[in-house]
C-alpha cells in the first residue's frame, strides 16, 4: 500500500514546477458544492507536513495546558478552573472551523488542546 501511495503522489505532484500538480487544471476536487481544507490552502504535494503538524500542535497545546492547569487548579479550585479551560476549548473550536487560514488554525489548535487538558 505505501509504494502505491508513493507512485501516485509522485505521478501527482510531479518533479518540478512544469509537471507540478494545478488545482482547477490538473484536477477538480469541488463536488456537490464541498471542498477540502488540503486543497484550500494548497496543503499537499511539498506542504503535506502542515496537515500532520496541525495535530501536532493540538498536542502541544494539552502538554502545556496540563503544566498551566495545575497552576491553575491550585489557584482558583478545580472546578472554576475546568470551566474556564472549557469555555476556552469551545471558543478555540469555533474559531478554528471558521479560520481564514492556516496560520489561524495553528493558534486555535493549540488553545483547544490548552483548554481540554
Same mark, same amino acid.
Given at each position: ?48 507536513? !502542515?496537515?500532520?503538524? #496541525?495535530?501536532? *500542535? ?12 495545575? =497552576? $491553575? @487548579? ?8 475546568? !470551566?474556564?479551560?472549557? #469555555?476556552?476549548? *469551545? ?12 496560520? =489561524? $488554525? @495553528? ?11
Amino acid at each position: 500500500k505505501q509504494w502505491y501511495q508513493r507512485r501516485v503522489r509522485e505521478n501527482l505532484c510531479g518533479k518540478g514546477e512544469e509537471t507540478a500538480l494545478k488545482v482547477g487544471q490538473d484536477f477538480n476536487w469541488v463536488m456537490y458544492g464541498r471542498t477540502s481544507f488540503a486543497v484550500d490552502w494548497n496543503l499537499y504535494c511539498d506542504k503535506e507536513f !502542515l496537515r500532520t503538524l #496541525i495535530s501536532s *500542535i493540538y498536542f502541544g497545546g494539552a502538554f502545556f495546558g496540563t503544566s498551566a492547569g495545575g =497552576i $491553575l @487548579f491550585d489557584t482558583i479550585g478545580r472546578k472554576k478552573g475546568t !470551566l474556564i479551560g472549557y #469555555i476556552l476549548a *469551545i471558543i478555540s473550536c469555533f474559531c478554528a472551523a471558521a479560520s481564514p487560514n492556516i496560520d =489561524i $488554525l @495553528f493558534v486555535c489548535r493549540f488553545f483547544q488542546g490548552d483548554g481540554w487538558h
